[in-house]
């Protein structure tokens, strides 16, 4: 699982942040596809994560999965409702690389 969040969204929503896969198969899924659809799940709770950013439900969507995987010790991922993948990290590991990623709840030029 590849997080990428831009440190400069631009106002065209060109450059977006998204979650992209390396699949079991060897192929790759991009949240910003919209024939894909990519859910992750931590706690009991799904994140359906947006196609796209700019609009209310998309935003508020991508800030809730952002919420939970800076806290998430486990999750699963969803690609077209299959399960392709479950992880586990430590909780250090979480604090380190996620408890504080500013880039990602940036969602417009500014």
Known sequence: ???????NPDDQNILQHHVMLTLPD???ADSQDEKTAITVVTDDQTFPLPSSLGWRNGDNAWLSFIDAIRKA???EIYVNDKQVGHFT??????????ADM??????TAG
């Open 1 to 7: 699982m590849n997080l990428n969040c831009t440190g």
């Open 26 to 28: 060897g192929s790759g």
């Open 73 to 75: 010790t486990s999750f």
């Open 89 to 98: 990290p430590s909780a250090g590991n979480v604090h380190k690389v996620l």
């Open 102 to 107: 500013p880039e990602c709840t940036t969602l």
